[in-house]
């Protein structure tokens, strides 16, 4: 008998739904952010603290990844007929960055 009620519970949805291209676009920018950040961050500390320019870059291409990203992940919510999985993720993924490195620079002003 539970068999039956498992089989009953899968069901299969046919459909021609793609993933949103802005959205995987938009994670990818996210995901750059995140490695540009985290190279920072690994960067400053094997120089002990004593961060020049490559630092400095880092960080301002990753608020400047965030921030595309951010706009191109709430644009993609905008098309038509596809799935939103990575435009929610990559929305979230460069709302955090754009969020932690916009803290990171006014704590640094």
């Given at each position: 008998m539970k068999e039956?009620?498992?089989r009953s519970r899968r069901k299969y949805k046919f459909t021609d739904k793609r993933?949103?291209?802005g959205g995987i676009f938009s994670?990818?920018?996210g995901i750059m952010a995140v490695s540009f950040f985290l190279t920072a961050i690994f960067i400053?500390?094997?120089?002990?603290g004593n961060g020049g320019r490559e630092i400095g870059f880092l960080g301002?291409?990753?608020?400047?990844?965030?921030?595309?990203?951010l706009y191109?992940?709430?644009?993609s919510f905008q098309e038509e007929n596809v799935?939103?999985?990575f435009s929610w993720l990559g929305a979230i993924i460069n709302a955090i960055m754009l969020v932690g490195m916009g803290m990171v620079f006014l704590i640094g002003l």
């Open positions: 039956h009620k498992n993933q949103s291209v994670t990818m920018l400053s500390y094997r120089q002990k301002i291409m990753s608020l400047f990844l965030s921030s595309i990203g191109i992940g709430t644009n799935f939103y999985l």
